[in-house]
């Protein structure tokens, strides 16, 4: 699938060409999970690419894939110093991350001020750490996308690693930081929400979906049975990597650089944080398949267009808050939003 590179640009060291001093180019970058790569996007890619509206705007994609096996600090810092080689401040770009890429997009954005950087998105990403794999004291459970495999034992890489205390090192850049960089930009995260509550292992498994997961949950619900004190149990919803309350902000109990548009102290400014459930998709979603759904990438798409388009200046009125404005009743029996 090395297609999808030869159709995109990747950032790389080297300056783009040269452009003309009055021209505002919008682009969208996509960033990769663990152990995956660009070619993951592909049918988001395809998708988006092909569409009138997209087309239209003469939209860029670009992609970066990183060394997963770095620290995620590490990571931010070179997909940051990427960004910034490749736009200017009047550029108009969409991240969309999965997994680990929204970690990796999140340190970025809290330590280096991206005027360009409109819209991130968080599909999939534990925000919050992988917080019931880290209590094994070790990492299980991470898939690989393209394989399907299941690595039980990984070397104590530092990016692995980092991903049990994702919020921490999060908290603590932000402690170095403040969230002043990420001021400008609107997040939205998506989850994968197969194992709900109303979900079955043997139902998931009857679907045609993977053993892997199936096995995940299977083995972390049976020992925090069988072994109540060692609390590995995923908290349901999850995609059988993700658990919904650690890709959601909201359900955050540390402090984040969205904190001031998720609760009261946001006043009357606009929100520029969605947490958005997709009905009834998202709860046919885990972790792999989530950013390859049809209505995931419509979604999107949408999103997208309305950060390209969004002028600033109005306070109260961000392009998040716009594209809800917009809603028709259809949309609102399709998504379920927090804010």
């Known amino acids: ?132 794999l880290a209590q094994l004291g070790l990492l299980s459970g991470l898939v690989q996308e393209e394989l399907a495999g299941l690595f039980a034992l990984f070397p104590r890489k530092s990016g692995i690693a980092d991903l049990t205390r994702a919020s921490e090192i999060l908290k603590s850049n932000l402690h170095t930081y403040g969230a002043a960089n990420t001021s400008g930009v609107c997040y939205v995260s998506v989850p994968g929400l197969v194992f709900h509550k109303g979900m079955g292992i043997v139902q998931y498994l009857r679907a045609g979906r993977s053993k892997t997961f199936a096995g995940l949950a299977v083995t972390s619900e049976g020992l925090s049975n069988l072994f109540p004190f060692f609390s590995i149990k995923f908290e349901r919803p999850h995609d059988g990597i993700v658990e919904e309350t650690s890709n959601n902000l909201i359900s955050s109990t540390s402090y984040h650089e969205k904190n001031c548009s ?52 109005d306070s109260r009125k961000s392009s998040l808050k716009t594209w809800v404005d917009t809603f028709t009743a259809a949309d609102r029996d399709s998504y379920d939003i927090k804010f």
């Not at 940051?80 to 340190?107: E, T």
């Not at 009261?264 to 997709?278: E, F, M, T």
């Open 1 to 132: 699938m090395t297609w999808v590179r030869d159709k995109m640009g990747a950032l790389v060291d080297t300056p783009p060409a040269f452009r003309h001093k009055n021209s505002i180019r919008s682009a969208i970058v996509f960033i990769h999970g663990i152990y995956s790569s660009v070619d993951t996007f592909e049918k988001m890619y395809v998708s988006l690419s092909n569409s009138e509206e997209m087309k239209r705007r003469r939209i860029e994609f670009w992609y970066h894939d990183y060394d997963f096996h770095n620290s995620l600090e590490t990571n931010g810092l070179r997909l940051a110093q990427l960004l910034a080689n490749h736009f200017i401040d009047r550029d108009k770009v969409v991240i969309i991350a999965h997994s680990m890429g929204g970690l990796v997009s999140r340190l970025a954005l809290i330590g280096t001020h991206l005027p360009f950087a409109k819209l991130l998105f968080l599909l999939g990403t534990p925000n919050s750490g992988a917080v019931r």
């Open 262 to 313: 998720t609760g009261p102290q946001r006043g009357d400014l606009a929100y520029s944080y969605l947490h958005v459930r997709i009905v009834p998709d998202c709860e046919k979603l885990d972790h792999v398949g989530l950013h390859k759904d049809e209505k995931v990438i419509s979604t999107v798409g949408r999103l997208a267009i309305v950060a390209f388009d969004h002028t600033e200046g």
